[in-house]
């Protein structure tokens, strides 16, 4: 710590976490491990798989890459040091380390917001403009919404992160949560978090509407698509294109707004949101996808077929090799 104007200003910050009963901290250890571990094999097979597979090559399964990896930086920015202070006494992390905890914090949930936008204008061309679907949702215009998903992403968590970087932090240095979000900083700075206050509830409030107003505009006019469609087995063919975006969405903006509308507090009902939000969203993310996209569960099917034929043959490969190697040595022996 240093000593400013006759005030205390810490450098580092002591986490809180979950709790602090050390009988629950080997076991809280072990269910982040697996959750940890769950969302890496998960988000990890759906990159894979969409690569691989020549028939995912399509809008659709392009965004829900981007959307896979933004699944896998979520989880890693927070759970690694979760399970590190699972296991030591000291909760500590540094003030820069923090700051830029939340620095990738806000962009990868910033991004997110971005791509289920984007997903969401694709899943409307897709049920609405069937016909011009390929025409419409070209590679250049998938390239162009991704990179301005991550684009308005970086630049929002950049302001303002950059504009966090000037304030100080004096008097108490706990957080009463289990990662760095920028609200909880503004509560231990000692300088005036008034205009980053303003700042990050704007730059929230844009992006936030402007991403759900297109997701609500969307999904109104598949709504509006879908009603109109005269057999019941039409309507429930076109939503089910649909039923797992929308899970998603449902998901993200639901823990989200409950997240960042209600003002800090550091109770514990705050610290179970922020996990559904940062960390259980990005396990159930590609659970979603396979298990309500028949195309996802084909394309696993036939990778996994490939891996056990070529398993088959390099055992095949092994036997023949083996058995010419044995012959060998028999024919040595008859000498």
């Known amino acids: 710590m240093e000593f400013m104007n006759n005030l205390t200003v810490f450098t580092e910050f002591i986490l809180l976490g979950l709790s602090a009963k050390p009988y629950l901290q080997v076991l809280l250890f072990v269910l982040f491990l697996l959750i940890y571990l769950l969302t890496l094999l998960g988000n990890l097979v759906m990159i894979l798989v969409v690569r691989a597979d020549s028939h995912l090559h399509t809008p659709m399964y392009f965004f829900l890459g981007h959307l896979s990896f933004l699944d896998l930086s979520f989880s890693s920015v927070t759970v690694p040091k979760m399970l590190q202070h699972f296991l030591y006494l000291k909760k500590s992390i540094s003030v820069w380390g923090c700051i830029t905890q939340s620095f990738f914090l806000t962009l990868s949930g910033s991004t997110e917001a971005c791509l289920l936008s984007a997903m969401a204008y694709d899943r409307y061309v897709a049920v609405c403009h069937p016909l011009l679907y390929t025409v419409v949702m070209n590679r250049p215009l998938c390239t162009a919404m991704v990179s301005a998903a991550w684009g308005m992403g970086f630049l929002n968590s950049l302001i303002n992160n950059l504009f966090s970087r000037k304030l100080h932090f004096c008097g108490s240095n706990i957080i009463s949560h289990f990662s760095c979000e920028l609200p909880s900083l503004f509560l231990l700075s000692c300088t005036d978090p008034t205009a980053n206050k303003l700042l990050l509830s704007g730059s929230t409030t844009f992006l936030g509407l402007l991403t759900f107003l297109l997701i609500i505009f ?108 044995e012959g060998i040595f028999r024919n040595r022996n008859t000498f």
Do not use: D
């Open 218 to 325: 969307s999904y109104s006019r598949i709504i509006s698509a879908i009603l109109s469609i005269p057999s019941s087995g039409g309507q429930g063919k076109a939503f089910s294109t649909c039923s797992s975006h929308l899970t998603v969405v449902l998901l993200f903006y639901g823990t989200a707004l409950f997240r960042y509308i209600s003002p800090p507090s550091g109770l514990l009902l705050e610290r179970v949101v922020s996990i559904q939000h940062t960390v259980i969203t990005s396990l159930l993310n590609p659970v979603i996808y396979s298990l309500k996209n028949q195309e996802v569960k084909a394309a696993l099917q036939r990778m996994l077929r490939q891996k056990m034929s070529s398993s088959e043959e390099g055992i095949s490969v092994w036997c023949s090799v083996r058995e010419w190697g």
